[in-house]
């Protein structure tokens, strides 16, 4: 079995940070590609930032330049430093593992960026 626990979201004022935890534990051998989505309200999933097990990164052009996602892969966990946060990056953030061709998601953190 594999879990997949995000951590680290909360309340955050416009223009501040946050920096999001997702660690993978279990049956992991294999992690690949570790990425990051969110979802608010009434909108799809969308992809917000990705790192493969190179360390190779993408990222959705509403984030560019303000994220960063990283991992360590002795701890399995991947992060993500978000900065200049914006109204429009609240969300429900979700962390998801592809191991050996399967997705792994976690239960989502709320971020929540006030005015």
């Known amino acids: 079995q594999v879990q997949v626990v995000e951590s680290g979201g909360g309340l955050v004022q416009a223009g501040g940070s946050l920096r999001l935890s997702c660690a993978a534990s279990?049956?992991?051998?294999?992690?690949?590609?570790m990425e990051w989505f969110r979802q608010s309200p009434g909108n799809q999933r969308e992809l917000v930032a990705v790192i493969d097990s190179g360390g190779i990164t993408n990222y959705a052009d509403s984030v560019k330049g303000r994220f960063t996602i990283s991992r360590d892969n002795a701890k399995n966990t991947v992060y993500l430093e978000m900065n200049s946060l914006k109204l429009e990056d609240t969300a429900i953030y979700y962390c998801?593992?592809?191991?050996?061709?399967?997705?792994?998601w976690g239960q989502g953190t709320q971020v929540t960026v006030s005015s």
């Open positions: 279990g049956s992991i051998f294999g992690i690949s590609t």
């Open positions: 998801d593992a592809i191991i050996r061709g399967h997705n792994y």
